[in-house]
């Protein structure tokens, strides 16, 4: 079983910079992906980022060339830079990863955006 603890979000104006961490604990796999998901209220969780264990990435359209998602295996964690922040960006942000065919989740970080 692996653990996800997400840290970083809280109540921010729009523009401006924004780090994210998750730290993974349990039978972390370094070799896994991991991804950010984004959730607001009445919507399904969305994928905002992914990264894979030799650091290739993706983005959500939306947050192309504003969010970096990146990683550091040693410490088992993930980070996702909010840059030039937008009222749409708010959400509850997950950490997601899968290992052995089984999906993990952090209980997730509020980041509020006010224009």
């Known amino acids: 079983q692996v653990q996800l603890v997400e840290s970083g979000g809280g109540l921010v104006q729009a523009g401006g910079s924004l780090r994210l961490s998750c730290v993974a604990s349990?039978?972390?796999?370094?070799?896994?992906?991991m991804a950010w998901y984004r959730q607001t209220p009445g919507n399904q969780r969305e994928m905002v980022a992914m990264?894979?264990?030799?650091?290739?990435?993706d983005y959500r359209g939306a947050v192309k060339g504003r969010f970096t998602i990146s990683r550091d295996n040693a410490k088992k964690r993930v980070y996702l830079q909010l840059n030039n922040r937008k009222p749409e960006d708010t959400g509850v942000y997950y950490c997601?990863?899968?290992?052995?065919?089984?999906?993990?989740w952090g209980p997730g970080t509020q980041v509020t955006v006010s224009s």
């Open positions: 990264i894979t264990a030799g650091g290739g990435t």
């Open positions: 997601h990863t899968q290992t052995h065919g089984i999906d993990s």
């Open positions: 349990g039978n972390f796999v370094s070799g896994n992906v």
